[in-house]
């Protein structure tokens, strides 16, 4: 990167100047540099040009937790490296300080900000960005700092409190960062001296999962956007290999994942070895290890899609213009049994259930004899079901909302019906769900009815109070088919005009836990005793795997 970093401006939910850090040179003041920013009409750029500056600046903008970071430079950079750099500093913002991010948060602990943004850049370069290395580089006040200082004793020399991920007192601040910062670590992504009272290997695979139906329900696309989330509270320096496998095998696997990513820990030459083995030293406490695509719906050899590939545990169908004036929609959800392909933990894992807790797969506490934890492989669970269904600007009403089951209410500021289904109505057993609403728009004036704004009769001009009264009791069959016919082209009118009000689409949201719709498992996790340095021998720690699939408006119908 051949240009330098100015300085970082934080703002806070007011656009006040909460923080402003300078790096190199003079650059724009906070104060001015905010009116400039503002001026862009949204949405904005993550990247503005100021070309009237003095001299003129990129401005580089993140939004974080209602916070406005915003980074400045007078010399070409590489853009994605500024956003990169941005987005390392709020990772160890939320390490050291605790997420959510708030604005009291940077104000009170502005002696441990500063020595993150020190660390993190000097003199206008990306430097240390790992959490794990600047925990032996930032000094935190911890509970002995406090106890200790009040009695005018020496105190951050070797006394220092770790705040590693889980709790762990680890020997890495105080008056010893300064020393393990003269030496440069040889895994800058782990922090040294790393101890563990209970030694502990967790891996969380997560899919975000985007589908779009046709009006006949059958799938036009669908990806599972995948993250393997590790956490490691493994005392000395274990050497770790993680093997994954797809719903054939492992053999396949290379063929199934498209674009991974890898945190640098990951040894790539074994994986393009042996696709699916995932060798590392990781860092301490949760990170992300590894990300990646999956295209659910391949194309074949012929070029045509496979039909039936692709099962969804919750199923979404949408009819519009129903009733007689055309002005009512259903949407009906269905649910279906999903078995997960993730299959039972191997290699002596413990299948977690949910996203908290460690319950056991198979027969394990709470399962019952023989009876599978909810939320493991072996039965999956469904959560959150929350369908949302926008409306067209000319929708003026919705007064009738008859949901069979769950709550279902209508924004019309944002235009929005928003359908939920609780969890508890989920375990009851239904396998259906549907939800019926009547549309009303803008008032028309109906033909012949131009000049009785009120719509009772008495603004037309052919209205004669002398005429003679009729009698209501003789009416013909002819007047009968008439009226009949006269209401048969009013209802095709009232059809016509409704058929603007209908829905165009209906997004579905849930989570499914222990299930994953690229079926990828975790065979494995092995801890190489040969290669991994300082750990206690024999030492057998907890392993745990979880699965789980989330969809926030990931499932749209087309209508």
């Not at 054939?248 to 994986?271: T, Y």
């Not at 067209?392 to 209410?409: F, L, M, Q, Y």
Request: charged share 20%; glycine share 12%; hydrophobic share 35%.
């Amino acid at each position: 990167m051949a240009g330098v970093i100015e300085a970082l401006h934080i703002y806070d939910e007011h656009n006040s100047p909460i923080l402003s850090h300078t790096y190199s040179s003079r650059p724009l003041s906070p104060s001015y540099l905010l009116p400039l920013y503002l001026a862009h009409p949204t949405p904005r750029p993550n990247l503005i040009y100021l070309p009237q500056t003095n001299p003129p600046t990129l401005v580089f903008s993140l939004s974080h937790a209602n916070l406005l970071f915003l980074l400045t430079t007078s010399s070409e950079v590489e853009p994605l490296l500024i956003l990169e750099f941005l987005h390392r500093i709020i990772d160890a913002f939320e390490e050291f300080l605790g997420a959510p991010l708030l604005a009291h948060k940077i104000e009170s602990n502005y002696d441990v900000v500063a020595q993150l943004l020190t660390e993190m850049c000097d003199a206008g370069t990306a430097n240390t960005t790992e959490p794990n290395a600047l925990r032996d580089m930032v000094e935190v006040e911890g509970f002995m700092d406090k106890l200790l200082g009040g009695l005018n004793l020496p105190t951050g020399k070797g006394f220092g409190v770790g705040v590693g991920s889980g709790g762990n007192g680890g020997m890495g601040s105080g008056g010893t960062a300064g020393l393990i910062a003269q030496n440069t670590p040889a895994l800058p992504w782990r922090r040294a001296n790393v101890r563990h009272t209970s030694n502990e290997l967790y891996a969380d695979v997560v899919e975000t999962l985007s589908v779009t139906l046709a009006p006949s329900g059958r799938p036009l696309a669908a990806f599972a956007n995948g993250t393997i989330a590790f956490t490691s509270k493994v005392s000395g320096v274990p050497d770790i290999v993680v093997t994954l496998s797809g719903p054939s095998g492992k053999h396949n696997l290379k063929g199934v994942v498209d674009l991974p990513v890898f945190h640098p820990c990951v040894r790539l030459a074994k994986w393009r070895e042996q696709p699916g083995v995932l060798s590392f030293v990781p860092p301490d406490g949760r990170f992300t290890l590894a990300g990646y695509e999956v295209d659910l719906l391949p194309f074949s050899g012929d070029g045509k899609l496979p039909m039936g590939s692709l099962k969804l545990p919750v199923g979404l169908e949408m009819k519009t213009g129903l009733g007689v004036a055309g002005s009512d929609f259903e949407v009906r959800v269905q649910l279906n049994k999903v078995f997960g392909s993730s299959g039972s933990v191997q290699g002596g894992m413990n299948a977690r259930a949910g996203l908290a807790g460690r319950g056991s797969g198979g027969g394990g506490p709470g399962g019952g004899f023989g009876i599978p934890n909810a939320g493991t492989p072996a039965s999956p669970s469904l959560h959150d079901l929350v369908i949302t269904v926008p409306l067209p600007a000319d929708v003026r009403n919705v007064p009738e909302i008859r949901p069979s089951k769950g709550d279902a209410t209508y924004n019309p500021g944002e235009r929005v019906l928003e359908w939920t289904i609780s969890n508890k109505e989920l375990a009851q057993g239904a396998n259906a769900f549907v939800l019926r609403c009547t549309v009303v728009g803008q008032q028309v004036a109906e033909e012949g009815d131009e000049g009785d704004p009120t719509g009772f009769g008495f603004g037309g001009s052919g209205y004669n109070y002398d005429e003679p009264y009729q009698d209501i009791a003789v009416t013909t069959s002819k007047d009968k088919g008439l009226d009949k016919a006269g209401e048969a082209e009013r209802d095709e009118k009232r059809q016509a005009q409704n058929k603007i009000l209908m829905p165009s689409s209906a997004l579905l949201s849930f989570a499914v836990k222990g299930w994953l719709p690229s079926g990828i498992k975790v065979e494995s996790i092995i801890i190489d005793p040969r290669k991994s340095r300082g750990m206690v021998e024999h030492m057998k720690p907890y392993k745990g795997v979880k699965y789980l699939t989330v969809s926030k408006g990931g499932v749209e119908i087309r209508c």
